[in-house]
């Protein structure tokens, strides 16, 4: 009778080893799924404030159309905020700065809009590409946007 209980023991023993041990697998899986998760919202996060920053970018040029500094009056000046850096370099937490670019694409070429208007000839525009780009730590974003300013003069096709 002795031999026997020793072994019903021997067998518990290795049934609660190997229980052990699949409970300690599934938990060393779902910890390094949840470090993975953790990871992949970093990623985003990074890359969502990267794209908000770029967009603060052009919205910063943008805003300066029609002011001392207007960066679509032709001058061929490309980065309309070199003198004013510190504008966005708060964005982030100055994590990294944003840098903007604005490109003349078509000087005095036809207007958008109606061929039937009556100003057609007597209202030229010119196209600008408005670019930022923002480059951080965990992510790079870059927007482009058009922009339209109309002038007064011949539209030269």
Avoid: W
């Amino acid at each position: 009778m002795n031999a026997q209980r020793f072994h019903q023991r021997g067998v518990a023993l290795a049934a609660a080893l190997v229980i052990l041990t699949v409970v300690a697998l599934i938990s060393i899986y779902a910890a390094s799924g949840g470090a993975l998760g953790l990871r992949m919202a970093k990623n985003m996060q990074d890359a969502f404030d990267s794209f908000q920053a770029a967009e603060a970018g052009v919205a910063a040029v943008v805003s300066l159309a029609g002011v001392g500094t207007d960066p679509f009056d032709g001058d061929g000046e490309s980065d309309p905020l070199a003198d004013d850096d510190e504008l966005l370099d708060e964005l982030n937490d100055g994590a990294a700065a944003v840098d903007t670019e604005v490109v003349l694409k078509l000087r005095a070429a036809v207007c958008p809009r109606s061929e039937t208007a009556s100003s057609t000839d007597l209202i030229a525009c010119d196209h600008y590409r408005v670019e930022a780009e923002h480059v951080g730590d965990g992510a790079r974003s870059r927007v482009a946007q058009g922009v339209v300013k109309s002038v007064i003069g011949n539209a030269t096709l």
